[in-house]
Nanobody
Framework: QVQLEESRGGSVQAGASLKVSCAAS????????MAWFRQAPGGEREFVAG????????YYADSVKGRFTITRDNAWKTVHLEMNALNPENTADYTC????????????????????WGKGTLVAVSS
């Protein structure tokens, strides 16, 4: 079993950058693919980015590709999401999650294949 905890969310102005983090404890972190999801106010949870267990491949939703970067450090049991050129449409609760399945499948199946979830960290972008 893996426990996940997000941090480093916050409030920023449009055009700014922000890097959110997720720390894992327990289990074997390096055996899981990881992903970031987000849920906007009044919206549904959607896939944002994913990374394989070794960190050798990453995947992004079309809406964030080229602006967001997902990374992981298995020695520190952390995964990060660097967000650049933020706009108010990116305002959401960002949550990290782990999966035993190939993470690229989450781009099609959504959150249902994920095993463990953090509680989320809020990112608010003002205009």
């Amino acid at each position: 079993q893996v426990q996940l905890e997000e941090s480093r969310g916050g409030s920023v102005q449009a055009g700014a950058s922000l890097k959110v983090s997720c720390a894992a404890s327990g289990g074997t972190f390096s055996s899981y693919d990881m992903a970031w999801f987000r849920q906007a106010p009044g919206g549904e949870r959607e896939f944002v980015a994913g990374i394989t267990s070794k960190g050798d491949n990453s995947y992004y939703a079309d809406s964030v590709k080229g602006r967001f970067t997902i990374t992981r450090d298995n020695a520190w049991k952390t995964v990060h999401l660097e967000m650049n050129a933020l706009n108010p449409e990116n305002t959401a609760d960002y949550t990290c999650a782990s999966t035993r399945e190939p993470v690229h499948l989450a781009m099609l199946s959504g959150p249902f294949s994920m095993d463990y979830w953090g509680k989320g960290t809020l990112v608010a972008v003002s205009s």
